[in-house]
């Protein structure tokens, strides 16, 4: 997965900016607004990540990808707990991605 240049990847975009939409077979991390025109998506298969390191605030949370031998790893994404945030980490667990504190 060639993303090592695309900004998306390494906390460079996230809530507002970005979007995580969390498929059945894969995760895609997404510019939103004019910002989508011009950078790629993201997209992670599940089966390539070894686990997710979350950390949850009062307010925020944040999830670190941990995907070996890739130029992704330790791509993350932050968000509002009240926005979808814990959702988001539920669904995790629910595709079979192990969800670790950070």
């Known amino acids: ?10 906390y460079q975009f ?3 900016f970005a979007w995580i939409d969390l498929g ?13 025109f011009f950078l790629k998506s993201i997209i ?3 089966v390539t990540i070894s686990r997710a390191e979350v950390k949850q605030g009062r307010f925020v949370g944040a999830i670190r990808l941990r995907i070996p031998g890739s130029d992704i790893d330790r791509s993350g994404f932050a968000g509002f707990r009240r926005r ?8 995790l667990r629910e595709r079979g991605v192990e969800v670790v504190p950070r």
Do not use: E, H, I, N
Request: aromatic letters at 10%.
């Open 44 to 46: 992670v298969p599940y």
């Open 24 to 36: 059945d077979a894969s995760l895609a991390l997404t510019a939103r607004g004019p910002a989508g």
């Open 84 to 91: 979808g945030f814990d959702d988001a980490v539920q669904l």
């Open 14 to 16: 996230t809530w507002p």
């Open 1 to 10: 997965m060639p993303y090592a240049k695309v900004p998306l990847a390494k």
